[in-house]
């Protein structure tokens, strides 16, 4: 694939980057079938009412999309090359991964979400859109083709873009360097997506109560918490988070503490003055008990719709009440299962289920999420955001944090190979490049054995991403104690970006480098 790249320019001293060939066909998708559309010079492309026009930009192909009467769906871009079977493909996840990504085979029937990377024996070719595009971008690979869908559904069905013009994608590309590793390229490459990620002050660390109290939780079991590991965290110039959970709202409202949690702003206090941050878990399109069935997602029960005024303002008004309370964290959750109905390891042939659209229709999907994203940036001021079930590629550059891979475990050691080994393997190449990549907690309790959870811990604190503990009492003695001081200290500092060394050939790296170090670890 490396042959469609078609020219190189100088982006900086003693860097070359380059820049893709015009598609060789562009099709839309009408009635379930692509159909090819009509050009006479490969940068418009014409069928009926619609137009897609291609714009070179220095680095990018900057693509616009014109469907003043037509409900649009899709537009696929096309190029020949000449395959090789021997080489290693790569993509991303829509949000999450779900210990699902990894280098693997070529594969056409295969959805490459945002990017796609092929690596062989001589090169490594990478294939993008940029972050904050407003279509959601997916790759496939098949014999001697290479094409790029964009996905301008609204919902499930048709955008209407009436007489505006889409700005649907800038399509990015490079290959690596000399004496340049896979890893090295596409880290490079994460950056060349994202034009300015949202950075952190000082490295984030801390504790979560889920993957011990799960839900099940209070202020006196928070403070508990906090006050058993807040000791171990000796750095007096960056404080960790504890970060409470789930459990704390009465029911669906998100506005409102229960009465495990009867003074939410004493709770941050008392929080700090045991010389932590607050941090705080929400869900901000579950709808309250009463809220009224026009303000829902069509076919949705309780879940607010993005594109009714209302409702943006209701979520901005959650992030600044928590603000005022005095939190200086919020991972907000599950909104891409309540917009699309369907987790993103679901989402392997359609982003959702058919039959349904947005109360407005004349933005995309991308377009809609974007909005929600930006709409919570802005009512969270100062505050840092953690997207959790969120889009990747949207989250980035809006949140400090993104966490992305599915839940790891306090239950069993195969939840968090599967969930955290994996994902921090493939998408350590977005770390501080789309934002800080959290893997998620050790579930350090009774029912994961010791030495699995040691391993996970020392990647996670010496990885430079965040780390966050769920430390269950009875797990902690004087050795874990100690382990978890070691660990707080390295949290706490500014390290190296740690590199899976062996992730091109192991869904689940065993080899790393951390800290300047070679470290192995044994997962099984």
Known sequence: MASLLASEYPAAANSIQ??????????????GRYTPMHTSGRQTWHYKDVVVKLQKQQDSIAVFIQAPETALQEIQLSWQ?????????????????????????????????WYCVEQGSEATACFGVKTGCNAFCYWRIAENKLELNLDTRNGADGVLLGGRTLHAADIVTTKNKEDENTFATVHRFCRQMCDKPRTV?????????????????????????????????TSTTNRPFSVIDDGWSEGSDYACTNKKFPDMPKLIEDIKQLGMRAGLWTRPLLAKQGTPKNLFIEKHDNILDPTIDENITYVKSLFRLYKSWGIEMVKHDYTTFEIFGRY??????????????????SKTNAEIILSFYKAIRDAAGDMYLIGCNTISHLSAGLFELYRIGDDTSGKEWAGTKKMGVNTLGVRMVQHRSFYQADGDCVGLTTRVPWQKN??????LAQSSTPLFISAQPEAIGLEQKQFIKRCFDDAATHLPLAEPLDWTSNFFPQKWRLKGEVVQFQWD
């Open 201 to 233: 002050k000082q490295p984030v660390y801390g504790i979560n109560d889920w993957y011990f109290a799960y839900g099940n939780n209070s202020a006196k079991l928070i403070l508990e918490h906090t006050a058993l590991l807040s000791p171990l965290a």
């Open 344 to 361: 993103g390891v679901n989402m392997k042939e359609a982003l959702t289920f058919p039959g349904w659209h947005f109360n407005n229709r």
């Open 454 to 459: 040691k391993q996970w811990m020392q990647l």
């Open 18 to 31: 380059y820049a893709m060939e015009m598609p060789d066909a562009v099709s839309i998708l009408l009635d």
């Open 81 to 113: 090359f000449a395959s090789r079977a021997e080489v290693k493909i790569l993509g991303d996840a829509w949000e999450r991964t779900y210990g699902d990504v990894g280098f693997s085979a070529m594969n056409p029937a295969l959805r490459l979400p």
